[in-house]
């Protein structure tokens, strides 16, 4: 059982802990929020994802399925096609696995899907290491499973990188197969892991395949919007950055406020 002191170290929400702990949950917010957002337009990350309402029963076949291919590829553990079955197994053993109440909530990504997205990011590289043209569709399909880990992560960093991981999947994707769709959702995860740049290059791609000039009005306008919710992380992030140096600083001139080399009070000779 944790002392009184470790349980204030660990859960202490007073001063500058508690406003990096704010910012944190501001920005996984503006992540969660993403879900209901991306459903608007000519694409949806709800269908990239293969959503589903299914029961637990499906999770249990769809595990089997994965338990099969992996049986099968301790004999052939190279084998492509196995791998890119088995990364889709366990995409879909994930979706299934999504708990969503009512259609206007952000669906909850359960401890239970987490396992099975962070098995088929496993897959999936072994996938890459042997592939030379990566499968459009999965890197798409692994694009979102990335950013549903996003989603979930338990911290920031965790948070980033995964999102960072959603970009260079949809690019895979975007580069096999440069659709509106695949191209809206490239530029939407470039703004999130803050390569602005590089989303505003996609954007005008995206544009330039609409259909019409209203649709291409349209469109510019959402990912407008995705762009600024880009910035608002980038922003959101460095004063988090800003906090947490400040902190570490404070707690290293206080070390009896819980910082490094602190001895407790009453102990001294």
């Known amino acids: 059982m944790a002392s009184s002191g470790e349980r204030r170290m660990l859960f202490d929400t007073r001063g500058k802990r508690r406003h990096v702990i704010r910012v944190v949950y501001a920005i996984l917010a503006l992540l969660m929020g993403a879900s209901l957002f991306l459903v608007v337009g000519p694409f949806s990350l ?11 029963n499906a999770a249990e076949v769809l595990h089997e399925q994965a338990e099969r ?26 979706n299934s696995q ?32 042997q592939a030379e043209e990566p499968n459009a569709i999965a890197a798409q399909l692994m694009a979102g499973t990335f950013f549903r880990l996003a989603e979930s992560a ?21 580069e096999q197969s440069p659709s509106l769709g695949s191209l809206s959702t490239l530029a939407i995860y470039q703004y999130f892991n803050g390569e602005f740049a ?8 995206v544009v330039a395949k609409a259909g019409s000039k209203a649709e291409a009005k349209n469109i510019e306008k959402q990912l407008t919007e995705y762009r600024q919710r880009g910035k608002q992380i980038t922003k959101q992030e460095t004063e988090l950055a800003k906090a947490q140096r400040k902190a570490s600083k404070e707690s290293l001139e206080n070390p009896i406020g819980g910082g490094l080399g602190g001895a407790a009070p009453g102990l001294g000779g």
Request: aromatic letters at 6%; a positive charge; proline letters at 3%.
């Open 198 to 205: 590089a989303g505003d290059k996609t954007t005008k791609q």
């Open 46 to 56: 709800g269908n990239l994802l293969g959503g589903s309402s299914s029961t637990g």
């Open 69 to 94: 291919i992996e049986t099968r590829l301790v004999k052939d553990p190279n084998d492509e096609q196995l791998l890119l079955a088995l990364t889709r197994a366990r995409i879909n053993a994930g």
């Open 154 to 174: 338990p911290s920031l960093l965790a948070a980033e990188e995964y999102v960072a991981k959603a970009a260079k999947s949809q690019k895979l994707a975007a």
């Open 98 to 129: 999504i708990e969503q109440k009512f259609a206007s909530e952000a669906p909850t990504v359960t401890a239970e899907a987490v396992r099975d997205f962070q098995a088929a990011e496993l897959s999936w590289q072994r996938y890459l290491k």
